[in-house]
C-alpha cells in the first residue's frame, strides 16, 4: 500500500533549537518525495523536493531509500518557521496526485 | 496571475443539499486535483484530471462528482451533503512532467 507516515502531530521546540520533522514512506516502485508547508493564513507551498537535494530556508532532506525515510532538517529553528508541514509523495513524473502524511504542526517558541 | 482560486471560501449547507465548489486557474495547467484536509488525517485526494474531459478517481471519492469542460475550471460538485463531508477541500493545478503543484486558498465547509 501506498502510504506516507508523520509521526508527531506536534512538534514544539525552542528558537534556535533543531529541527527535525520524521516522514516515513512505504511505495513499491521510485516515488518523488516532497515537503509542502502551510503558514497561517497562507496556501500549501512546496518547501522543497528530493530530486533538487537542496537548501530552502535553512531547511534540508535526505530521501534514505533503505529506511524508506524522508526527514526534514533544520539546525537552528527560528520563530518564522512555525508552521504546519506535510511530506508527500507521488509516482516519478506523475505530479498531478499527491499523497499526503498526516501533517505535523511546528511551533518555534522564542 | 490569480494562480488558482477557488471559491466560495466558506459555507455552511444543511445534510441532504447539494452545491458546487468551484476552482479556477489561470496557468494553463493541464492536471487539476481536489483535496480535502482534516485534521490528523492530512489532505486526501478526492478527483484529479488530467485535462479536458478528463476526470477519474482519487482516495476517497463518494459522495463527490466532477467534471472538466475546459482547461480552467474543475468544479466539485456535493450531490447530497452529509457531516462526514464537513472539512476544508484545496483545489491545485499543475503541469505534466512538473514537480510542484499549486494550491487555491481552500474552501472550508460546514454540514450541519
Known amino acids: 500500500a501506498q502510504r506516507v507516515t508523520q509521526p508527531e502531530k506536534l512538534l514544539s521546540v525552542f528558537k534556535g533549537a533543531p529541527v527535525e520533522l520524521k516522514c516515513n514512506y512505504s511505495?513499491?516502485?521510485?516515488?518523488?518525495l516532497f515537503w509542502y508547508v502551510q503558514y497561517s493564513r497562507q496556501r500549501l507551498q512546496l518547501l522543497l523536493r528530493?530530486?533538487s537535494r537542496e537548501s530552502i530556508k535553512g531547511f534540508t532532506a535526505d530521501l534514505n531509500k533503505g529506511e524508506t525515510s524522508f526527514h526534514l532538517k533544520k539546525p537552528f529553528a527560528q520563530e518564522e518557521d512555525s508552521a504546519m508541514y506535510y511530506c508527500a509523495l507521488s509516482r516519478t513524473g506523475n505530479t498531478g496526485k499527491l499523497i499526503f502524511g498526516q501533517g505535523t504542526t511546528l511551533q518555534v517558541k522564542p | 496571475n490569480a494562480g488558482v482560486t477557488q471559491t466560495p471560501k466558506f459555507q455552511v449547507l444543511k445534510t441532504g443539499q447539494s452545491m458546487t465548489l468551484q476552482c479556477a486557474q489561470d496557468?494553463?495547467?493541464?492536471?487539476m486535483s481536489w483535496y480535502r484536509q482534516d485534521p490528523g488525517m492530512g489532505l486526501r485526494l478526492i478527483h484529479y484530471s488530467v485535462g479536458a474531459g478528463i476526470t477519474d478517481q482519487g482516495e476517497v471519492p463518494n459522495g463527490y462528482n466532477v467534471s472538466r469542460s475546459t482547461t480552467e475550471d474543475f468544479p466539485l460538485r456535493l450531490l447530497s451533503a452529509a457531516p462526514s463531508q464537513t472539512s476544508v477541500y484545496f483545489c491545485?493545478?499543475?503541469?505534466?512532467?512538473?514537480?510542484?503543484?499549486?494550491f487555491g486558498p481552500g474552501t472550508r465547509l460546514t454540514v450541519t
Open positions: 491545485a493545478s499543475t503541469r505534466p512532467g512538473a514537480y510542484e503543484q499549486y
Open positions: 528530493h530530486i
Open positions: 496557468m494553463n495547467h493541464e492536471y
Open positions: 511505495y513499491s516502485g521510485s516515488p518523488e
